[in-house]
């Protein structure tokens, strides 16, 4: 019933904007940050993923990410990815604005999708600003602790949003911009508690638009959207297609 609903409340409230988090990404394997098992129960961000930190000690948040990053290169779309870019192709859903960076949604099959923190895609020098896609850095980083640019030595970065560093302004304006637009802001697998990206619902419903949550456990914004669903992504997110999609003649 309750994918049901979300099925109907997309159909009403067009265009939806979806918002993913790390909830999307655990059921491919990819560990989220906050939870009692998470990334961050291990490792204090702030040592090993912090711009600071970095300009400190880059091999040691290499120590984090070599891991991560082969991690997230191996990993694959699960249900939830292509459930979002099956609805893409239903034309329900006008764009995905994720936090993630891990690339699955794109891999799915999404077409639009606004990268708010950056993905594992490229990483940069910031020796000689030379730029070298995930293939490359995989390479480099065979038998090194970390990648080192070709042309100057210096140690890569990933091009992901580390804590300190200010978003893009691009892609946060964009998702700005989605999120004031829609008329229903979907919420798949967030805790809302990051901002920026945590105050887009709000743009969303002082527009006049509606937001829906998916997700497991509480977020800030529960109270305040016209559906809130308690599950994996992975769980609802099919179903919801099954109700979307055209009945076969």
């Known amino acids: 019933m309750s994918a049901r609903a979300l099925a109907e409340l997309i159909r009403a409230r067009q265009p939806c904007v979806v918002l993913t988090g790390a909830g999307v990404s655990t059921e491919s394997g990819i560990p989220d940050f906050r939870s009692p098992g998470g990334l961050w129960?291990?490792?204090?961000?702030?040592?090993?993923?912090?711009?600071?930190?970095?300009?400190?000690?880059?091999?040691?948040v290499w120590s984090f990410y070599r891991p991560r990053v082969k991690m997230l290169a191996e990993a694959e779309p699960n249900s939830a990815h292509r459930a979002l870019a099956e609805v893409e192709r239903l034309g329900l859903v006008r764009a995905v604005v994720t936090q993630n960076i891990d690339l699955l949604h794109e891999r799915a099959g999404s077409r639009e999708v606004v990268e708010v923190h950056g993905s594992i895609r490229t990483s940069s020098c910031p020796g000689c600003g030379e730029r070298y896609p995930l293939e490359r850095v995989i390479e480099l980083l065979d038998g090194s602790e970390a990648p080192a640019c070709v042309a100057c030595g210096a140690v890569l970065k990933p091009d992901v949003v580390f804590f300190g560093e200010l978003l893009q302004p691009e892609p946060i304006d964009r998702a700005l911009e989605l999120a004031r637009e829609a008329g229903l802001l979907?919420?798949?697998?967030?805790?809302?508690?990051?901002?920026?990206?945590?105050?887009?619902?709000?743009?969303?419903?002082?527009?006049?638009?509606?937001?829906?949550?998916?997700?497991?456990?509480?977020?800030?914004?529960?109270?305040?959207?016209?559906?809130?669903?308690?599950?994996?992504?992975?769980?609802?997110?099919?179903?919801?297609?099954?109700?979307?999609?055209?009945?076969?003649?």
Request: glycine content about 10%; aromatic content about 4%.
């Open 186 to 249: 979907l919420v798949v697998g967030s805790s809302l508690e990051v901002h920026p990206v945590a105050g887009l619902p709000l743009e969303t419903l002082g527009a006049g638009g509606e937001l829906a949550i998916v997700n497991q456990g509480p977020t800030p914004f529960d109270d305040r959207a016209t559906l809130r669903i308690e599950g994996t992504a992975g769980e609802v997110l099919p179903a919801v297609v099954d109700s979307l999609r055209p009945p076969r003649a």
């Open 41 to 60: 129960a291990d490792f204090d961000p702030l040592e090993y993923g912090s711009i600071d930190a970095f300009r400190r000690d880059p091999l040691k």
